[in-house]
């Protein structure tokens, strides 16, 4: 039997759609291998967010490089948002690959397997694999609803890799929930660059929110989430869905990326820090207990120490639960890139950076130690160094020591410590 290795880097919807090659693969005959050097096939899932993203992919294919020089015969096939449109370019850089296919492009894939004489039934990619019913590893999978994004805020790249927004039908959406939940998924995590926008594109239009109160009722699936949310495109009718339905959880991925309102304008978010400000407070009164998070961009072209600052009090006044901060990375061919020069020294981005992450630890430590003491439900998904892990509804790590077999199960627990980033506790049973 064929082996495969599929190599992840980037970004929650990248890891869903790996998983999705590979129950395709696993449907075409192929097995999964422990490492690259063990594969006959490698699939390279790559992500450019950031020069540093583009690194890494570059090192692996360096690697990958050196193993086709080693074994000839084994195929190499690259995929995510490292692949433009220029495959032809990309082919004449790295002869050591024999295929590249954009995000999502899974026609292709299908096609190169049929060419090396694999008669594939495509069962592991249809978006609703009724033959498939063996349990899943995890309780926690991950979908993506819509893909692409048509907001072109300037620093980014995403949506010159992944196109324009194409929503996945509201009842196959569905479907695949309830084939998922019927291999032991009891939760769900949508995905797309801007949730927000779900649906504009079909028949009928519709949003979030009637997505959300569809798959709230099928039995025996615990929770929902999604990410992410953009601050302009978000709802009131969405708002109103999180709080009513029992199922989707109180939190939110909402990123600002900046406190500044010129560099918000540079940035072409569409929003103002006020507006921003007032949105989160009118969701922190519909959903009282809403954990939030946002992403920071940090040496935008042109920040100033001033604007910096303002991000800086945005940070100390909103309270996040968990800020994701970057430093600014020209990316080519981005609005930003042709029109602002990259002048922020990385001295300065490495200062700002570390003082978002060193006073975001204080805030997060702060609203963690409110946690001390509480019983919370945890989804377990697995064990790591001996403890088992899950989550809080909230979006809380949790760890907890217990003899039992305790994956995929809803578990009580008393929170004993708490750090910024995870609480531990024990099991409280019969509560
Ligand atoms: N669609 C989401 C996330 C997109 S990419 C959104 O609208 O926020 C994930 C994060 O990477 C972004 O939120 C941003 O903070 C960061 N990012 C994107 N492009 C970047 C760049 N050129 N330099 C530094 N960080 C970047
Ligand atoms: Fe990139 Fe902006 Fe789209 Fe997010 S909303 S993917 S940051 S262009
Ligand atoms: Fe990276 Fe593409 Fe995701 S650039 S962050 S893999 S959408």
Redesign the pocket.
Known sequence: MPRYFIWTIG?QMNKAESARIASYLDSIGYQVAAAPKEADLVVLNTCV??QSAENRVLGTLGLLKGLKRERPNLSILVTGCFVDSNIEGLKRRFPQVDFFFKPGAYSQLTSWTQKQGISTTEQGLLRCAHNDTGKLSSPCAFIPIIQG?N?F?S????PYRRGREISRPLEEVVCEVKELVKRGVKEVTLL???VDSYGHDLPGNPDLADLLTELNGIDDLARIRFL?N?PKDISQKLIEAIASLNKVCEHLEL?V?SGDDDILKAMRRGYSVEQYCELLRAIRHHIPPVSLST???VGFPGETEDQFEHTFSLLKEMRFDVV?V??????SG?I?WRKYEDNVTPEVKKKRLSRVEQVQAGIAAEINSTYQGKIVEVLVESKKKGKWYGRTRSDKLVFFADNNDCSGQLMKIRIEKTSPWSLQGKVEYNS
């Open positions: 970004c967010v950031r994004c907001r805020c620093y980014c790249i995403v797309g660059q801007n992410t953009h990123p990326q992403d920071i961009i994701h970057a430093a600014y990375s020209p990316r981005t930003a």
